[in-house]
Structures are given as C-alpha cells and as structure tokens.
C-alpha cells in the first residue's frame, strides 16, 4: 500500500513539474515513460514474487532515466544556448540506440537471455531482419541527411514531387507537410531526398513569380509603371528586394510580362496573388483598358507609322513653339508631319549612336533623353539632357558628317523623325529655314566645343592632382 501512495504522490509531482515547465518556459518534458516506469515499480513492490514484474521494472527505469538524460542534454541545454542545437531525428536515433543497449543488458543479466547470441546464430532471422529494415533503414539515413544538413526544417514550405506543403515534422521514417488545400501529407524520408526539392522558406524572403498578358495598344513603359505602382501600394509586398517587371516576350494577342514581388513568408503567396491580379482587372478597366482576348490581327499597313488626327494637332503645336519650324504655315506644318515618322522608343534605348551615319533629325516629342559623347580616356561624358520641343541631329542632316553624340531615352519617349527629303521640300517653299538650320547647327558645335574644353580642362586638373599626391614625399 506504501509503494502505491508513493507512487500517486510521484505521479502527481511528475504532473506538475511537466505542465510547469511547459506553461513557463515551453518546454515539454518526457512524463509519459517516467510514469510508466512508476507503475511498473509499484506492480513490483505488490506483487515481489513475479519476476516478470521486477524484469520489467528494472527496463523503464532504465529507458525512464535514458530519456530524461537526452532530453536535459540534447533538448533543455540547446535551448539555453548552452549546447549546439541537435536534430530530432538523431535525439531519436540515439534514444533508440541506448534503449536497445540496455534492453539487451538487462535480459543478459535479469534474465539469462541471450538475444545477439540467438540473432546472430539463426540465418533464417537474420535475413527476414535483414530484408524488412531495407526500407526503415533508407527513410532513417534520408532524415537524417536531411536535418543534419539542415535542407529543410520545422515551418519551411516546400515542394517536392510537385506537391507544396508546409513541413510540420521530420522523423526517423517520414516527413509530414500540411499542404496548401489543408490535408496531410506524409511521404517518406527516401522519398523526400530522391525527389527535387525546393526550399521556399530556408533562404529569406520568397519572390513571387506573376505572368500577365496585356495588350498591345498599351505601351511596354506605362504597363511596368501601372504594374509597379500596385506592387509597391501593396502592404504584403516588400521594398527590400524591390519589385521587378521585365517584359518576357510577345504573344499571339498580347505582351507577356514578368512580375517578380518579394514577401516575407510563402504562406500568404496565393492570397497575395490573387490581390495583385484582382488590383490589375480594376485598374487597367480605369484605363480603358483589359486583359487580352486570344485573338490573331493581320493588319497591313505602310512602312512608315502614320499619326492619327490628335496626335497631328499635338506636334503641329509643338512645332510651332520651335524656333526652327516656328515661321511655317499650317500647311506646311501639315505636310511636314504627314511626311515625317513618329515613333515610340523604351527606357535605355539608343536613338542615335555616336560615329554612325545617319540623314535625319529628331524632333522630341514626350518624355526625356540624355546626350552623351566618348572622351579620349573611355569615358562617357554627359553633353545634356533633352525634353520636350527639343532637337537633336540636325548636324549629321545638314553635313553629311556621322553622329557626334549618343542620345538615349531616359523612360518611354516619342519622337518625330524628320529626313532629308521631307526637309528638301520645305527649303523650296522656304529659303529662310535654311539659315535658322544653320545657326542652330553652330549653336549646337560651340556648345560640344565648350564642353569638350572643359572637360580637357577638368582631366588635367585631376591629373596635376594625382601628381602632386604621387610625389609628394619626394617634394617633402
């Protein structure tokens, strides 16, 4: 009767220490086998004359202490950060190991029972062991390359074998996933390591990877701008890595866009998503715009891009601001544009490159360039920056001589493209424009002149400079 009060007393104590213990620190400590092995000493204590009472006293006290010890050392210690951290599956392994080493000792001694002995010496158990721990023996070496190469761990979402999940434990044999739609999944360890496996959680935040089609009436720049502006107002979305759109390619009805958005978490991809592309349908439909029907348009059409009636009306105003068509008539404004060629051009591109030949010039219509031109020492050198109702070109296209300067687009910009042949017949009705095009041209040469002078002079500067620091200790 003593041993039983002994053992609810213990019992109860166990019960406290181990819900104290996790309520305050979170931890969980291994009450079920030390319990057991109470129950088994009491029932040995009753009953002194079963031996198989005391035989199986003496095992869970002995697998009862193992536990605990590997519990206090391999799971407590680590989390004060006194030990390195230890995978789970190898706490197991090593619970596992010892607990066989004891069972073994203990009937070699309690009970004269020799099992290496019987193993060893029957083939026939040899081999049946041999072939059914085939499998458990290649799930337990995939757990374990698993954590301890720490491919995936506790919380990260992956995919492997074409199914995503979030892992919810790794042991000896399997790995369980919760996967996206809610169910479980328990695939095992060999399984895990002989299929593909990406890691959306091990390596900071996940890229959300988004392929959209719109259609071609919406130019390449106001598409990456509408699509950046509803990433960054996004709260999910990160600002560190930016938001990316690259154009991926031209489709059948539409242009085909990438969408690179960073999270911090793969859990809320999907619900980040389906935002995004819901934000997309309102947004184009403000713009009168939408998402592309598969279609196929044969158009034919001219060579040169024709303008329609609004757009005439804008550069004819824009001409007429200009210094050098500001004295034409309307109607030579009219035929000038009608023989002209307005295009579109993307951000970075190059309109003219520096040293090639060329019989037109550029009249800009919207948005913004940068000149730029080659220096002696190889680098580049920013001439201006050009906007709207300014020219550029007119040199080559009233000299014959190559380009002198590269000028690239700096955002979605468009031009008028005037050659010489529509400028010759403007120099018929009138010869005055010949001379404003000639003292625009010299205007333009003083200035590249100027420029060059003054950046000679600044290299000599830096030169002299690295110089003096050069021999300085020998001036000293």
């Given at each position: 009767?003593?041993?039983?009060?002994?053992?609810?007393?213990?019992?109860?104590?166990?019960?406290?220490?181990?819900?104290?213990?996790?309520?305050?620190?979170?931890?969980?400590?291994?009450?079920?086998?030390?319990?057991?092995?109470?129950?088994?000493?009491?029932?040995?204590?009753?009953?002194?004359?079963?031996?198989?009472?005391?035989?199986?006293?003496?095992?869970?006290?002995?697998?009862?202490?193992?536990?605990?010890?590997?519990?206090?050392?391999?799971?407590?210690?680590?989390?004060?950060?006194?030990?390195?951290?230890?995978?789970?599956?190898?706490?197991?392994?090593?619970?596992?190991?010892?607990?066989?080493?004891?069972?073994?000792?203990?009937?070699?001694?309690?009970?004269?029972?020799?099992?290496?002995?019987?193993?060893?010496?029957?083939?026939?158990?040899?081999?049946?062991?041999?072939?059914?721990?085939?499998?458990?023996?290649?799930?337990?070496?995939?757990?374990?390359?698993?954590?301890?190469?720490?491919?995936?761990?506790?919380?990260?979402?992956?995919?492997?074998?074409?199914?995503?999940?979030?892992?919810?434990?790794?042991?000896?044999?399997?790995?369980?996933?919760?996967?996206?739609?809610?169910?479980?999944?328990?695939?095992?360890?060999?399984?895990?390591?002989?299929?593909?496996?990406r890691n959306f959680s091990g390596?900071?935040?996940?890229?959300?990877?988004?392929?959209?089609?719109?259609?071609?009436?919406?130019?390449?720049?106001?598409?990456?701008?509408?699509?950046?502006?509803?990433?960054?107002?996004?709260?999910?979305?990160?600002?560190?890595?930016?938001?990316?759109?690259?154009?991926?390619?031209?489709?059948?009805?539409?242009?085909?866009?990438?969408?690179?958005?960073?999270?911090?978490?793969?859990?809320?991809?999907?619900?980040?998503?389906?935002?995004?592309?819901?934000?997309?349908?309102?947004?184009?439909?403000?713009?009168?715009?939408?998402?592309?029907?598969?279609?196929?348009?044969?158009?034919?059409?001219?060579?040169?891009?024709?303008?329609?009636?609004?757009?005439?009306?804008?550069?004819?105003?824009?001409?007429?601001?200009?210094?050098?068509?500001?004295?034409?008539?309307?109607?030579?404004?009219?035929?000038?544009?009608?023989?002209?060629?307005?295009?579109?051009?993307?951000?970075?591109?190059?309109?003219?490159?520096?040293?090639?030949?060329?019989?037109?010039?550029?009249?800009?219509?919207?948005?913004?360039?940068?000149?730029?031109?080659?220096?002696?020492?190889?680098?580049?050198?920013?001439?201006?920056?050009?906007?709207?109702?300014?020219?550029?070109?007119?040199?080559?296209?009233?000299?014959?001589?190559?380009?002198?300067?590269?000028?690239?687009?700096?955002?979605?910009?468009?031009?008028?493209?005037?050659?010489?042949?529509?400028?010759?017949?403007?120099?018929?009705?009138d010869p005055s424009l010949l001379?404003?095009?000639?003292?625009?041209?010299?205007?333009?040469?003083?200035?590249?002149?100027?420029?060059?002078?003054?950046?000679?002079?600044?290299?000599?500067?830096?030169?002299?400079?690295?110089?003096?620091?050069?021999?300085?200790?020998?001036?000293?």
């Amino acid at each position: 009767m003593a041993a039983w009060l002994i053992c609810i007393a213990a019992l109860f104590l166990l019960q406290l220490f181990s819900r104290s213990i996790h309520r305050f620190w979170g931890y969980r400590f291994p009450w079920r086998i030390s319990s057991a092995a109470l129950l088994a000493w009491a029932l040995g204590a009753t009953f002194p004359m079963s031996g198989g009472f005391g035989l199986a006293d003496d095992l869970l006290v002995a697998l009862a202490i193992t536990r605990v010890l590997l519990w206090f050392g391999l799971e407590l210690l680590p989390r004060w950060r006194l030990l390195p951290h230890s995978p789970k599956i190898l706490r197991d392994l090593l619970f596992v190991l010892i607990s066989g080493l004891l069972v073994v000792v203990t009937l070699q001694q309690r009970a004269k029972v020799d099992l290496l002995g019987i193993v060893t010496t029957s083939a026939v158990l040899t081999a049946i062991i041999g072939l059914a721990a085939q499998e458990p023996l290649k799930d337990l070496l995939g757990g374990l390359s698993l954590q301890l190469e720490q491919v995936l761990r506790e919380g990260d979402w992956i995919e492997v074998g074409g199914l995503i999940g979030q892992v919810q434990s790794i042991s000896w044999r399997d790995t369980q996933l919760r996967c996206v739609d809610g169910s479980k999944l328990v695939m095992p360890n060999a399984r895990v390591t002989a299929s593909d496996l990406r890691n959306f959680s091990g390596y900071g935040p996940h890229a959300n990877r988004i392929f959209v089609g719109l259609d071609y009436s919406l130019p390449p720049g106001q598409a990456k701008e509408l699509l950046l502006l509803l990433a960054h107002q996004h709260p999910l979305v990160l600002s560190d890595p930016a938001p990316v759109v690259r154009l991926a390619g031209f489709d059948d009805s539409a242009i085909r866009y990438e969408w690179l958005v960073w999270q911090a978490s793969y859990g809320n991809s999907l619900g980040l998503r389906s935002d995004l592309l819901e934000q997309l349908w309102y947004a184009l439909a403000r713009q009168g715009q939408s998402i592309p029907y598969p279609i196929r348009d044969v158009r034919l059409s001219d060579a040169k891009t024709t303008t329609n009636t609004s757009n005439k009306n804008e550069i004819k105003q824009l001409l007429e601001e200009t210094p050098l068509f500001g004295g034409l008539s309307s109607t030579q404004l009219e035929d000038l544009i009608e023989a002209s060629q307005c295009s579109s051009y993307g951000n970075g591109e190059t309109v003219v490159a520096e040293g090639d030949d060329g019989d037109s010039l550029f009249v800009v219509c919207h948005g913004r360039m940068a000149v730029s031109r080659l220096q002696s020492n190889g680098e580049n050198l920013a001439i201006a920056e050009l906007k709207r109702g300014d020219l550029f070109g007119e040199m080559t296209l009233c000299t014959g001589e190559c380009r002198s300067a590269t000028v690239r687009a700096e955002g979605e910009v468009r031009l008028l493209e005037i050659d010489r042949e529509a400028l010759a017949s403007l120099l018929n009705d009138d010869p005055s424009l010949l001379d404003r095009i000639g003292l625009l041209v010299s205007r333009r040469q003083a200035q590249l002149q100027q420029l060059e002078a003054e950046a000679a002079k600044t290299q000599q500067q830096d030169l002299l400079l690295r110089m003096q620091r050069l021999f300085k200790a020998w001036l000293l």
